[in-house]
Structures are given as C-alpha cells and as structure tokens.
C-alpha cells in the first residue's frame, strides 16, 4: 500500500514542475516581447528622426530656408516664430562691416551691452575701445512681418506683447557674441527686443564681437542654428 507522503510527492512534484515550466515559459515570452517593444521603438525613432528631417526639408523648401545663403538674401526667420509663434517673417542682411575700433563704429561703451565686455578680456578701458585680438561684425538688417507671432509671446505672454521679437534669436556670428543692437531700450521686454505689427517692416543694425583668435575673419560666417542641418550658414565675406 502506497504511503500517504509517497503519494502527495507523486502527486506535488509534477505539479510543481509544471508550475515552473509555465513561469519559465511566462518568463521567457516577457523578455522576447520586451526585446521585440526595443526593437520596434528603435525602429520607430529612427522612423521619426527621417519624418523630422523630410519636414524640415520640405519646410525649409517651401518657406526658404536653404543650407546657405549670402548678404542680400530674403529668408523666412523661422527662430522667431518656432517653438509656439506663428505666421510668416522674414529677414536680410543687407550688408556685413567690421570695425576695428568703437570708435570706428560710431560707438561708446553705454551705447552697447556694456554688462559683456570686461577691462582687459574684450575691452580696454584706457582707450575706451576693443582690446587688440577682438573685431565688431555690424550687419544691417531689414525684417519684414507679414502675419507672423512671436515666441516670445508664446513662452511668457505676461512679459511680451504678440509682435515683440528678439534679434538675438535670428542666431550669431562665428565666435562672436551680440554685443549691440541699434533698437536696444525701445522694447520694454528685453534689451533685445523689437516690436513689428504685421505689414510693417524696419531697419536695425546688430553688432557681433568676434575674436580672431578663434577665426580668420575672411571664415566668419552668421549662423542662425548650432549646427547647420538645422539652420542657414550666411556668407559675409569680411576682409
């Protein structure tokens, strides 16, 4: 006669094995599920980044936003009304000097970002100009809103008004820090900034501090992105 703990082990044991296996089965069909999720979201991302790049491009091409550009050119100003702005402005540069001295431009140290520039860094108080390795890029510049709304706006509509945009969003020269705005002081919001009602257009001059060690002037270039995939390079061909 068979014992009763014989039995319960006859009966335990299989029982048990056949609980492990579904969990190991459970187990298993969890990882290669999750491997597949990877795989998949991989494949999405890289999806998305190609949709990302076609939209851009397709963006780009239709409202003007090539890969390069020179003094003269009519581009939409796509860093104005990015990121929650809207509507169509554009933007030129008409024309690229360099100014050796503050001088030269016409210029006193209140009249620019005097907070930037340091006695002996950029800046030479004895002579109440730039110190030797640094030059003033001062592009002048045309905008022209159609019906476009600022991000500004968008971001911190308690600070500015829908039509007050920033010049120093349009990018920066190579090396080269904004250091004046002929509109500084006439927009509340920021010393940056600028109102444009919609149908209006206006004239203002930006001045870029560049350090030549960094770069021959001749290779300055103004860039209104990081990294050119994702904005226009603007030959300023400075001598």
């Not at 009966?11 to 190991?24: D, K, N, T």
């Not at 990302?52 to 009304?81: C, H, M, Q, W």
């Not at 360099?98 to 520039?117: P, R, Y």
Request: glycine fraction near 8%.
């Amino acid at each position: 006669m068979v014992s009763l703990k014989k039995l319960l082990s006859v009966i335990f044991v299989p029982s048990f094995l056949l609980m492990s296996a579904c969990s190991l089965s459970e187990v298993q069909v969890e990882k290669i599920s999750d491997e597949s999720s990877i795989i998949e979201n991989h494949a999405n991302v890289g999806s998305d980044e190609s949709s990302a790049t076609e939209n851009r491009e397709d963006t780009g091409s239709e409202a003007g936003i090539p890969e390069r550009a020179a003094i003269g050119d009519k581009l939409f100003a796509e860093n104005l009304v990015m990121n929650g702005g809207s509507g169509t402005i554009y933007w030129t540069i008409n024309k690229a000097e360099v100014f050796k001295t503050a001088q030269d431009a016409g210029l006193q140290l209140d009249d620019m970002f005097s907070g930037e520039f340091a006695d002996g860094i950029n800046w030479n108080a004895a002579e109440n100009t730039f110190t030797d390795n640094y030059v003033l890029v001062m592009l002048h510049i045309t905008i022209e809103n159609v019906d476009a709304i600022s991000r500004d706006y968008a971001e911190e509509p308690e600070k500015y008004d829908k039509y007050d945009f920033r010049v120093d969003a349009l990018g920066g020269c190579s090396y080269g820090p904004l250091m004046y705005f002929s509109k500084m002081g006439e927009c509340s919001a920021h010393p940056s900034a600028f109102h444009l009602e919609p149908g209006e257009s206006t004239e203002m001059d930006a001045g870029y501090l560049v350090d030549l060690r960094e770069i021959d002037l001749k290779e300055v270039t103004f860039n209104t992105a990081a990294t050119p995939e994702y904005g226009t390079i603007i030959a300023l061909n400075l001598s």
